[in-house]
């Protein structure tokens, strides 16, 4: 596991696919965390009940015939990128450029790691870059972030981002293997356990920092938030699009409240 972490690290700081050029060749993103799920927790069989994602959410083994493992990953956004969209209003230049060439970014470091398993003999697959994931309207059959609940990097907030133990301002990733890695402690059991809302009611910035009014005390509107996105933001920035006001200038931005 160690020798795969490095690897991933390695890869991350020195990608000139992880910069931005626009930008003085700014970071998109910090070395990121990295955890392992088993695949045959019973969480992932969790996610296919109606109230948590769907029926439709596959398993691991859907992916990778007898998979052993889940690798997990959360790339938090670097100090340039998350100061850029500190301010009110309309997203920053550099958050909208590190969303979408973030996600590019993102796509072959998930290469990165099925090609470097493979290297090893072993049977890998990024789901997201695989032709059995399917995208719904707000949701999919492989969802990011409940797979890194599931590794133990962390759990959602009151905004419905995921916060981290270096917050909630990045993106997510995932691998199945059928190789065997030791599995990251989970730490907690509710799904809000990092959201200081959810412990003792003493935030809620994420509230006041949604320029859609998405997000009240009862949680966020997924289709109020996705509504102004297409309406106000992607005219804005075409081809690019993106907010994460809700994940920047708040408490748990840069880690756990």
């Known amino acids: 596991m160690d020798r795969l972490v ?7 700081e020195s990608s000139d696919k992880n910069r931005l050029p626009e930008f003085d060749g700014i970071n998109i993103y910090d070395r990121p965390l ?3 799920a088993a695949a045959d927790d019973p969480m992932f069989k969790k ?3 109606p109230e948590v994602v ?3 959410h596959l398993l691991p083994q859907d992916f990778v015939p007898g998979a052993q ?3 997990s990953y959360f790339l938090p956004f670097s100090k340039e990128i998350r100061e850029a969209n500190r301010v009110a209003g309309l997203p920053a230049e550099e958050w909208v450029y590190g969303r979408i060439e973030g996600e590019q970014f993102n796509d072959e470091l998930r290469r990165f790691i099925v090609t470097l ?3 090893e003999g072993v049977r890998a697959v990024a789901p997201l870059l695989d032709e059995k994931f399917k995208k719904f309207a707000v949701k999919s059959n492989w969802s990011e972030r409940h797979v890194a609940f599931i590794a133990g990097l962390g759990t959602f907030g009151l905004h419905k981002s995921f916060i981290t133990e270096k917050g909630s301002a990045g993106r997510f990733g995932s ?3 059928d190789m065997q890695f030791p599995v990251t402690e989970r730490r907690y059991q509710d799904i809000y356990a990092n959201c200081s809302w959810f412990r003792d009611g003493s935030c809620g910035a994420c509230i006041w920092r949604c320029p859609s009014g998405a997000i009240s005390e009862q949680g966020k509107d997924k289709y109020k938030c996705r509504k102004y996105i297409r ?5 804005k920035f075409e081809p690019r699009y993106g907010c994460g006001k809700c994940q920047t200038n708040v408490p748990c931005e840069y880690q756990i409240p």
């Open 175 to 177: 691998v199945v293997t």
């Open 231 to 235: 309406e106000v933001i992607e005219p």
């Open 34 to 36: 990295v955890a392992v």
């Open 6 to 12: 490095a690897g991933i690290n390695r890869f991350v």
């Open 47 to 49: 996610l296919q009940e």
């Open 54 to 56: 769907g029926p439709e």
């Open 117 to 119: 398993l493979a290297s």
């Open 69 to 71: 493992s889940v690798i």
